[in-house]
């Protein structure tokens, strides 16, 4: 229950950044309104998932879905375009992610 707990933190706060994004600055006070809801949201349920996930590697997985799902929804929603070391960049972001979630061998 605690990965579904750290799952929906991510696309919360993937949905929270977006938000942010529409709000174009502030200027629709609105859609950062919603942002921000999401992301108080997204807090509780991340909080949730530490009860049982080491920080380190809750936050990992967090920060590191959350950055790989940012950047999916800015090329499908938002059409922006990123260079090959951009995606090369995110792509070790989440190789990172694999290597400090596999467990430990002592």
């Given at each position: 229950?605690?990965?579904?707990?750290?799952?929906?933190?991510?696309?919360?706060?993937?949905i929270?950044?977006s938000?942010?994004k529409?709000?174009?600055?502030?200027?629709?006070?609105?859609?950062?309104?919603?942002?921000?809801?999401?992301f108080?949201?997204?807090l509780?349920?991340?909080?949730?998932s530490?009860?049982?996930i080491?920080?380190?590697?809750g936050?990992?997985?967090w920060?590191?879905?959350?950055?790989?799902?940012?950047?999916?929804?800015?090329?499908?929603?938002?059409?922006?375009?990123?260079?090959?070391?951009n995606?090369?960049?995110?792509a070790?972001?989440v190789?990172?992610?694999?290597?400090?979630s596999?467990?430990?061998?002592e």
């Amino acid at each position: 229950m605690v990965y579904f707990y750290l799952l929906m933190a991510i696309v919360i706060e993937v949905i929270g950044t977006s938000f942010l994004k529409a709000s174009a600055g502030f200027e629709k006070i609105g859609f950062f309104s919603i942002g921000i809801a999401c992301f108080i949201l997204a807090l509780f349920l991340v909080t949730l998932s530490f009860k049982t996930i080491p920080l380190g590697i809750g936050y990992a997985i967090w920060s590191g879905a959350g950055t790989a799902g940012a950047a999916l929804i800015g090329l499908l929603i938002w059409h922006e375009r990123l260079s090959f070391m951009n995606y090369f960049g995110m792509a070790m972001i989440v190789v990172g992610v694999v290597f400090v979630s596999m467990p430990a061998t002592e």
